[in-house]
Structure formats: C-alpha cells, structure tokens
T-cell receptor, first 117, second 112 residues
Framework: DTGVSQDPRHKITKRGQNVTFRCDPI?????LYWYRQTLGQGPEFLTY????????KSRLLSDRFSAERPKGSFSTLEIQRTEQGDSAMYLC???????????????FGEGSRLTVL | EDKVVQSPLSLVVHEGDTVTLNCSYE??????LLWYKQEKKAPTFLFML????IEKKSGRLSSILDKKELFSILNITATQTGDSAVYLC????????????FGKGTMLLVSP
C-alpha cells in the first residue's frame, strides 16, 4: 500500500498520560501535515513540515504538543499530559508543493483516534 | 483570519435526487479551492478549482468556482446511497497557513 499510513488507529488513555502517534507519508511527498478533527467539524490545521523542517505551527498547538520529522520521512506527534479536550481524530496528510495546481491535493491517512478518559 | 463556510450543514435526500452543496470563503490572496468527500475515515480528494467559471466534472459530480462572489458549488446528480458522506470544502490562500483551511462540512444522507 503506497498511501499515507498512521499508527495506532485507536488510542485510549487516561488524563495526564503521554501519547505518541506516527505517520508514514507517501514516499515521494516532501510536505507532511498534521490536522485534528472533532465531531461535526472540519479538520483543523496543527502543523506542517517541508522535508525535515517544521515550517508552521497553528495557534491551536499548545506547548503540550510536539511534532518531529527527523529524517524527512515519517513523522511523530506527541501529546504530553493529555486532557479530555484532546480527544479527537488526528489526521496526517502529505503532498507535493500545495501551490502547484497539478499536484495540489493533500492525501490523507485514515487517522488516529484518541480518547482521553 | 481565513473563513470557509459551508451550507447546508446537513441534508437528507432520496435516491435519484440532485443536490447542490455550497461553500463560501473569505481569505486574502486566494489560491485554490478543494472539495473532499469523507465517509467514515480519511477525506478523499474530489476536485481542485483555481479558475472562475470552469466546471470540473467526474461522473455524477461537478463543481464550479466563482472568484468574484467568493463561492463554489458541488453538484451531485442522480444521487445514490453510496454518496452519503460528509463533503468538505477547503481553501488554500497566501494569507493563512501554507495549507488548507476547511469548512465544517455538509453531511449528506441519501435514503433509498
């Protein structure tokens, strides 16, 4: 399968614990994005990488959230000291350069669903 | 702050009906508008629109962009139960993050 893959698909944790999600993008894509989606809402941008450089972070991203893409391939998103409000679907996506009209779409993974008890 | 507003938020139709979904936006330095279909999991890409007035078609789905009035519509003709999904509209603009700003989506239910 050459799509975007995410792991784990589901995670249930107790408040205060740390969790880490992994994303493996499509191998030819240089951009990798993290989004968060809650019920009844569209995906909200969290952060994105161009190769290994983290170029933008949303104001939504508190300091409990950290993302890395150490070798410009897979990425991890860590949430420290989880809170119930962190419960959401965390979507990873990858793309070529978004501003190229012929290759502009994002390809999404199936998401990692987090439930914080 | 970039805004993308979709309407209606939800819609129930009968199989065979035609539906029109709306997306309006307020962004600075608009680049493109994209439509996605989301069933239970990942959004899947439908269309990317960059130029006004040029209709994009794929089977029973079509979409068009009006950059003067700042909106797009997504049409689905002869709806089928498999069209039931959330349809997401998203915009790429220079003013915001270098990524997509999504609307809340329109939840479409096609009943048999």
């Amino acid at each position: 399968d050459t799509g975007v893959s995410q792991d784990p698909r589901h995670k249930i944790t107790k408040r205060g614990q740390n969790v880490t999600f992994r994303c493996d993008p499509i191998s030819e894509h240089n951009r990798l994005y993290w989004y968060r989606q809650t019920l009844g809402q569209g995906p909200e941008f969290l952060t994105y990488f161009q190769n290994e450089a983290q170029l933008e972070k949303s104001r939504l991203l508190s300091d409990r959230f950290s993302a890395e893409r150490p070798k410009g391939s897979f990425s991890t998103l860590e949430i420290q000291r989880t809170e119930q409000g962190d419960s959401a679907m965390y979507l990873c996506a990858s793309s070529f350069d978004l501003f190229r009209p012929d290759t502009g779409e994002l390809f999404f993974g199936e998401g990692s669903r987090l439930t914080v008890l | 702050e970039d805004k993308v507003v979709q309407s209606p938020l939800s819609l129930v139709v009968h199989e065979g009906d035609t539906v029109t979904l709306n997306c309006s936006y307020e962004v600075t330095n608009f680049r493109s508008l994209l439509w996605y279909k989301q069933e239970k999991k990942a959004p899947t890409f439908l269309f990317m629109l960059t130029s006004s007035g040029i209709e994009k078609k794929s089977g029973r789905l079509s979409s068009i962009l009006d950059k003067k009035e700042l909106f797009s519509i997504l049409n689905i003709t002869a709806t089928q139960t498999g069209d039931s999904a959330v349809y997401l509209c998203a915009v790429i603009a220079d003013s915001g993050y270098s990524t997509l700003t999504f609307g809340k989506g329109t939840m479409l239910l096609v009943s048999p």
